[in-house]
């Protein structure tokens, strides 16, 4: 069986979730998926 390690390699290690709802994150920033977790990220126009 093939193991996919890209998909949580190295530098996710110590996944933490840096946000759990929009409410969280400053500003206009959303709570999204990533690739470690969930991070707060800025949208661009249109990302809605």
Not at 29 to 40: E, H, V, Y
Request: proline share 6%.
């Amino acid at each position: 069986r093939k193991v996919h390690w890209f998909l949580n390699g190295p530098d996710c290690i110590d996944k933490v979730d840096k946000c759990f709802n929009d409410y969280d994150c400053p500003g206009e920033k959303k709570c999204c998926p990533a690739r470690c977790g969930l991070r707060c990220v800025e949208l661009n126009e249109g990302d809605l």
